[in-house]
T-cell receptor, first 113, second 114 residues
Framework: DAKTTQPPSMDCAEGRAANLPCNHSTISGNEYVYWYRQIHSQGPQYIIHGLKNNETNEMASLIITEDRKSSTLILPHATLRDTAVYYCIVREYGSGNTGKLIFGQGTTLQVKP | DTAVSQTPKYLVTQMGNDKSIKCEQNLGHDTMYWYKQDSKKFLKIMFSYNNKELIINETVPNRFSPKSPDKAHLNLHINSLELGDSAVYFC?????????????FGSGTRLTVV
């Protein structure tokens, strides 16, 4: 079962920042937070991941709270092409890990003109 | 070049038939996966192979048989197709089991059983 809780849907105006929240209150110390998105009819796409510190890449920023029980994915300037389902996933990394990504329901982000 | 490619993209077939879906990755990854996305859009892992060895088998009916001839290919054969098998099947790969850098997914195969 997915270990995360996300709102089912959100709207965002084009050009504005989209802030997608995720709760993972049962996260353990060696579990990372991953974000993927799925644009309609395509395969999921990796966005970003983090453990404790905030992370930024060319696609997005990831803000993880100090207690690590929640995080926020930030798309700084949302475009219509960012309309997708966004999945927040927690997963353990380490030796012997079989690498199983468990997807929840995700948040459907609708970017509006 | 497509990193993870699946064929066919669409597959319509009758109940009871046997069909195969193929997946190839040119990323040099060691681990490959099959995921199923049903009509409610839930993505569920089915199988995973690491260097041709099966490492994940998620309680999938034995009508589904994955085969990995080499680490760049992972095929899925389905016997005696049922209506409930209709879904989009995604192949994915990662550098290794654990996939620190994340997974790369294919564009999916939409299977419709009639």
């Amino acid at each position: 079962d997915a270990k995360t809780t996300q709102p089912p849907s959100m709207d965002c105006a084009e050009g504005r920042a989209a802030n997608l929240p995720c709760n993972h209150s049962t996260i353990s110390g060696n579990e990372y937070v991953y974000w993927y998105r799925q644009i309609h009819s395509q395969g999921p796409q990796y966005i970003i991941h983090g453990l404790k510190n905030n992370e930024t890449n060319e696609m997005a920023s990831l803000i993880i709270t100090e207690d690590r029980k929640s995080s926020t994915l930030i798309l700084p300037h949302a475009t219509l092409r960012d309309t997708a389902v966004y999945y927040c996933i927690v997963r353990e990394y380490g030796s012997g890990n079989t690498g199983k990504l468990i997807f929840g329901q995700g948040t459907t982000l609708q970017v509006k003109p | 070049d497509t990193a993870v490619s699946q064929t066919p993209k669409y597959l319509v077939t009758q109940m009871g038939n046997d069909k195969s879906i193929k997946c190839e990755q040119n990323l040099g990854h060691d681990t490959m996966y099959w995921y199923k996305q049903d009509s409610k859009k839930f993505l569920k892992i089915m199988f995973s192979y690491n260097n041709k060895e099966l490492i994940i088998n998620e309680t999938v009916p034995n009508r589904f048989s994955p085969k990995s001839p080499d680490k760049a290919h992972l095929n899925l054969h389905i016997n005696s197709l049922e209506l409930g098998d209709s879904a989009v099947y995604f192949c994915a790969s990662s550098r290794r089991a654990g996939g620190f850098r994340g997974y790369t997914f294919g564009s999916g195969t939409r299977l419709t059983v009639v």
